[in-house]
């Protein structure tokens, strides 16, 4: 391990995880080992720690972490790199990160992959550092590489005030693309046409598909980025114009859809979707690439931030599990790690 800092770091760290699957109140503090980081990889000093929907479903027990991930709950960090492992400069010793992770984020310290680690500029808070690489790049992937969305088109996408649903707002109002959210509620409706959506439907009180048919003149969007699956998929390929396209990336709703196929033929509709956190370093690494390319000036230049929700002690991460369950949340919750 290179480090120029060796001797500061401790050998042991508090980290928050469970001991078995089940509500917030699972989740605890412990004292772990301090991890070293491999070829490689860097280890960061966590400053804040993004909680994501995929968090809460590993606690919950059905998303296990990929084969070795840390089982310590956390997919974003950011903070500062105090070691490195072999293939790594040394240089990277003490500059201010975030970065993607497959697990870990959850504690004092966390292991990445150099290669999935962006610069944070100066004038960025830690905290919506924190807050960008999980939904940034998933949105980016999903939305603009997989649903091959383009500046004058228009998408659907539900659950508008989430961490995803915000950052998609904020993408498409900056790449040119009009955007129409889902949201439960009036009050949440009117948020996201502030953050920059175009229409917002309370799919409380009205038919999202009749709705979206009246917005499009009946012509439907070109992309729908939709995280309930189940029996929206169906009601989503009705918002659907012709080639259209239909990206998944969860399955609040349920994992199972029926289809009408002859109407997937006829319209030429394009079904995909993805997960990302268990995708190989190497392609991560690529995304990572081309956001750094593409949305990262963005963030330099102060255009892209996230709407940030509220930040919780590290200790308190099962009120931060339960108020994103309680589905209150406004844009991102993140954990305060250090100091």
């Known amino acids: 391990m290179a480090d120029v800092h060796a001797e500061t770091l401790p050998r042991d760290m508090i980290a928050v995880g469970y001991d078995a699957p089940g509500g917030p109140d699972v989740l605890r503090p412990a004292r772990i080992p301090l991890p070293a980081p491999g070829p490689g ?27 070795g991930a840390s089982p310590i709950p956390g997919l974003e960090i950011a903070g500062q790199v105090c070691a490195v492992g072999e293939g790594v400069d ?18 004092e310290f966390c292991l990445a992959e150099a290669a999935h680690c962006l610069p944070v500029p100066a004038g960025l808070p830690l905290a919506e550092a924190a807050a960008l690489p999980e939904t940034l790049l998933t949105v980016w ?30 993408l498409c109002r900056l790449f040119g693309v009009r955007i129409i959210v889902t949201c439960g509620g009036a009050e949440k409706c009117a948020r996201a046409l502030e953050l920059g959506a ?11 598909v009749e709705a979206v048919k ?26 659907l114009a012709e080639d259209g396209r239909h990206v998944t ?20 509709y394009t079904l995909t979707g993805s997960t990302l956190r268990p995708r190989s370093n190497t392609f991560k690494a690529l995304l990572v690439g081309e956001v750094l390319r593409e ?38 919750i993140v954990l305060k790690v250090d100091g």
């Open 41 to 67: 990889q860097v280890l960061v000093r966590v400053a804040y720690a993004g909680v994501n929907r995929p968090d809460v479903v590993q606690r919950q027990g059905n998303y296990p972490p990929p084969p």
């Open 90 to 107: 040394a240089a990277l010793v003490g500059a201010t990160v975030c970065a993607l992770v497959a697990g870990g984020g959850y504690a």
């Open 141 to 170: 992937h999903n939305l603009f590489e997989r649903g091959h969305v383009r500046d004058g088109e228009t998408v659907l996408v539900h659950g508008g005030t989430s961490g995803i649903g915000t950052t998609a707002i904020a």
């Open 198 to 208: 175009d229409h917002a439907i309370d799919y409380k009180a009205a038919d999202f």
């Open 214 to 239: 009246t917005i499009t003149g009946g012509r439907g969007v070109d992309v729908v980025l939709d995280m309930v699956a189940g029996d929206y998929v169906p009601r989503n390929l009705k918002c």
């Open 249 to 268: 990336i969860a399955v609040q709703g349920g994992a199972k859809a029926e289809l009408n196929m002859a109407v997937v033929m006829s319209r030429r």
């Open 295 to 332: 949305a990262w000036p963005l963030v330099e230049a102060g255009a892209l931030r996230p709407v940030m929700d509220r930040a919780f002690p590290l200790d308190q991460a099962a009120a931060a599990h339960a108020r994103m369950e309680a589905g209150e949340h406004i844009g991102k």
